[in-house]
Each structure stands twice: as C-alpha cells, then as structure tokens.
C-alpha cells in the first residue's frame, strides 16, 4: 500500500471523471467549517503582493502565534507545515536513533529514515477498561527504562510522540511526561511532541488548553511541540506550522529552515485567522455534537469497534473477518466517499479504517453506506 497520510481527491477525480468537488474525503482529518473567513479576507488582500518575497522573519505570524497561543515570541520557529519541521528536527547533529509511536504518523520515521537516523517502533498496547471500552496504552514504562539505560552512554535519540496520537487519538499524561522529559535530559536526549490536532480537543481557548504538552518548554530545553495550523484552520493546501522549544533549541532548528519557507498568502491567512474567536468556538461546538453523534452511530454497527475520539477522527476495526477495509473502500468509492485505509500503519492492520468527522450531513449519508455495507 502507497505511503499517503490520506485520499488524493484530484487523482480519484481525475479517475473517475467527476470534478474534485464531488469527492466526499472522509480520510483528510480537517476542519469540517472549511477556512475561517477572516483568513480568507486577509489573505485576498495580500493577493497583489505575491509578486514580492515574503516576509522571511514571518514577524506578523509570529506576533499572532504568541498571543493566540500563549507563548514567548523567542520560542517559535514558522515552518512550510509541520512535515517541514520534523525533517529539519532530523537534521540536528549527533543524533543516532529515535522511536515513533505505531501506530503512528508515518513522517516521524520518514523524516527519520531521510537523515540516515535508525528507528524503532514504541507499540502502545490495544486495552479496554473496566466498562470494556477499548483504548491504546502508552508503554511509559518501557520509555522511562530505555531513557534509564541511556544516561552516560554515547548515543542521543529523539522520542516522538502524538498529543493527541494519530490515528488512534490517544492523549499523554503530563505527569509521566515530565518524568520522561528529565530522564532524556539526562541522556542528552530529545522530546519531540506532536500536537497538530491538539486544538480540536477541550472547550478551553487556545490558550489555555489544559490538555496541550506546550508549558513543557518552559522547564525543560530538550521538548519541542510541533503544531500545524493546516488542519484546525482548515488549509492544508497553504501549508504552514509552527515549533514551539526552548529559544536556545529554537535557534538550532531555525539553521535548517529555508529562507522563505513560509509564503505570503499562507502569513497572511494564519495571522488572522488564529484570531478569529467565533470560527475556533463555532468548531469546537460542532466538533463536540458531532463527535459524540458519530462515536454512538458508528459503535451501533455490528461488526465495528470504536475507538473513543479526542480529536476530528476515529480509529475502526473491523470484527468481520469476511469484510475487509479494502472491501468497505470499495463500495464507499461508488458514493465518491474516501476514508483512510491503515493498514500501512504499524500496529494496525487491513482491519482498520480511520474516518475524519465533518459536518452533520456528511457524517449521517456516511453512518447510512457504512450501515448498508455491514447489514450484507
């Protein structure tokens, strides 16, 4: 199976002679408003100045970006997207291995496997609670003891980690955190979060959001959080993200980002938008009625079993051994509806599906072809 975060809508269009528009991408976890209109207003403005460089020191984003956010201004890098970031995190020096959480978001090892560093899967664990609900469990333990084994020896990994996880929505503990963070301190090692999603989750401002990892860079010089603005505020064809670190850290990381990595339509759109209160309040409303819609519909389908969302997503496994996902992709794609296949996630297999949660519309034409196909 192709190594792809998700449908490509223009190459099923083109294949099936229909226009993109007439795509329903369920397997692209972006914001079902589609783009804040403040963004989109000042980004139209901006239009007549594309035949200028963009502001290379991206100063206005970061402004907008530390007070949205609540972080030093000294303590953000920009980036062409989050990908952007974790391939120039591969490129500080005298790193010798890492570990991705599988599953897990296939650019960690791929910006990995791109700087020659080695790596190893960290595999959290399928579990239910004591009501049967299922969930993954982060091995912390097992993290604690390599980082342990590490201290005084000569290599230096990096530890990536999804908060929250990608694509089973699994969220981290602070508490273990910390620890984990020291113990790496101690082996000269790095913390790489990635929270690309983080503000989907919580009612809080983005702010304030008690579930993010971000006040970690404040004690320790070893945590890098890697956000992307693309899939909240809803363009990924923009393509624009941030690293928050220590400024020492963001110092060494900003030596392997290009000049002009980040355009001028992209500032343009994301200074305003990460100000628009209405747009973030009006997603997390609906994301909170229709996460809740799709986890009950979806868990009342034989057959399924639902992984609990945190985010805009939610990780399937199929019970029936006489369907397969590729069967489910098929009979969607007749509809022009795409979902995420996993079975090129590690840990998961050609039993599991990930679908993003849009609006309600959508999401209920969706719960009816997936109900048609399991009542067969």
Not at 15 to 27: K, L, Q
Not at 57 to 77: C, F, P, R
Request: aromatic share 10%.
């Amino acid at each position: 199976m192709p190594d792809t975060h998700g449908g490509n809508i223009f190459k099923f269009a083109h294949e099936h002679h229909i226009n993109p528009s007439d795509v329903c991408d369920f397997s692209a976890n972006i914001n079902p408003l589609g783009p804040s209109q403040k963004g989109l207003e000042a980004l139209n403005k901006r239009l007549d100045y594309i035949s200028h460089y963009p502001d290379p020191t991206n100063d206005d984003v970061l402004n907008a970006v530390a007070d949205a956010y609540g972080v030093n201004k000294d303590s953000i890098l920009i980036g062409n997207g989050a990908a952007e970031l974790l391939y120039a995190i591969g490129r500080l020096p005298e790193f010798t291995g890492s570990f991705v959480p599988a599953p897990g978001f296939s650019e960690y090892r791929n910006s990995m496997d791109a700087a020659n560093i080695p790596v190893r899967d960290i595999f959290y664990r399928q579990r239910q609670d004591e009501k049967g609900t299922p969930y993954f469990e982060i091995p912390y333990l097992a993290l604690q003891t390599f980082a342990a084994k590490l201290k005084g020896q000569d290599g230096r990994i990096i530890v990536f980690l999804g908060n929250p996880n990608n694509p089973d929505g699994t969220l981290l503990d602070k508490k273990y955190i910390d620890k984990l963070a020291n113990m790496l301190h101690d082996a000269n090692s790095l913390l790489v979060i990635d929270e690309s999603f983080i503000d989907f989750i919580g009612n809080d401002s983005l702010c304030d959001n008690s579930y993010s990892m971000r006040s970690l860079i404040y004690h320790h010089d070893n945590v890098i959080i890697i956000h992307s603005f693309t899939k909240f505020y809803a363009v990924p064809g923009l393509r624009i993200g941030a690293a928050f670190a220590n400024p020492s850290l963001i110092k060494k990381l900003s030596a392997y980002i290009p000049s002009w990595s980040v355009n001028t339509l992209s500032q343009a759109y994301i200074t305003a938008a990460v100000n628009d209160t209405n747009y973030i309040k009006n997603t997390k409303d609906l994301l909170a009625n229709e996460s809740e819609f799709m986890y009950k519909s979806l868990s009342a389908i034989d057959d399924l079993i639902v992984y609990k969302p945190s985010a805009n997503y939610i990780l399937i496994e199929v019970q029936n051994p006489t369907i397969t996902v590729d069967n489910v992709q098929r009979n969607l794609e007749k509809h022009n509806v795409l979902i995420r296949n996993c079975a090129n996630y590690n840990g998961l297999g050609a039993q599991w599906m990930r679908i993003a949660i849009k609006d309600h519309n959508h999401n209920v034409e969706l719960i009816r072809l997936l109900s048609a196909i399991f009542e067969k």
